[in-house]
């Protein structure tokens, strides 16, 4: 089956600074990534969508200064989350999807951890 | 705003029980399901989608969708310990969105 990777698996930064999530398919082109968020007890939030080689549409209250979606080749795609605070920790997946297909492909997360 | 709704639980079932998950949605317009399971600490894993009315079976796993109630619901029979997790169920507005995910029930098989 199809594989996505996400680098890396956890991090913990001081606020203020910045942090580079990555998301790669392995095995597949991915013309569609999806960021997401998750807090604890709650679901999957869509934060952005991704596609390759153009700019990222963010949903609604996402700050896209904040969180920057780079989505550079059909292989790749980066979440920076840049001059990070406390409430920025989180659960950060990402899925990508290899055309109109009917399943999204989900990475294994990555554990943001802002002290 | 499309929503999905789940009851939180915990739902607990004895080993070797069925236990049934259940899942409302608000947009009628919804065309594909996705039931996942997600454990703690771990990204959630794809179980089975189902975009027509009636029943889909995968070994253990049925899931139920009846558009006309907005009802989507998933099965599993001979419960087992493992299958402990929260199941979260999703829909995709429009072919090739974003899925839209609920908040998720937690199941929980005794031994």
């Known amino acids: 089956g199809a594989v996505v990777s996400q680098h890396p698996s956890w991090v913990i930064c001081k606020s203020g600074t910045s942090v580079k999530i990555e998301c790669r398919s392995l095995d597949f082109q991915a013309t569609t990534m999806f960021w997401y968020r998750q807090f604890p007890k709650q679901s999957l939030m869509l934060m952005a969508t991704?596609?390759?080689?153009?700019?990222?549409?963010?949903e609604q209250g996402v700050e896209k200064d904040k969180f920057l979606i780079n989505h550079a080749s059909l292989t790749l795609s980066t979440l920076t989350v840049t001059s990070a605070h406390p409430e920025d920790s989180s659960f950060y997946i990402c899925s990508a999807r290899a055309g109109r297909t009917y399943e999204q492909y989900f990475g294994p997360g990555t554990r943001l951890t802002v002290t | 705003q499309k929503e999905v709704e789940q009851n939180s639980g915990p739902l607990s079932v004895p080993e070797g029980a069925i236990a049934s998950l259940n899942c409302t949605y608000s947009d009628r317009g919804s065309q594909s399901f996705f039931w996942y399971r997600q454990y703690s600490g771990k990204s959630p894993e794809l179980i089975m989608f189902?975009?027509?009315?009636g029943d889909k079976e995968d070994g253990r796993f049925t899931a139920q969708l009846n558009k006309a109630s907005q009802y989507v619901s998933l099965l599993i029979r001979d419960s087992q310990p493992s299958d402990s997790a929260t199941y979260l169920c999703a829909l995709e507005p429009q072919a090739g969105t974003a899925l839209i995910f609920g908040k998720g029930t937690t199941l929980s098989v005794s031994s």
């Open positions: 189902i975009y027509s009315n």
């Open positions: 991704s596609n390759e080689g153009s700019k990222a549409t963010y």
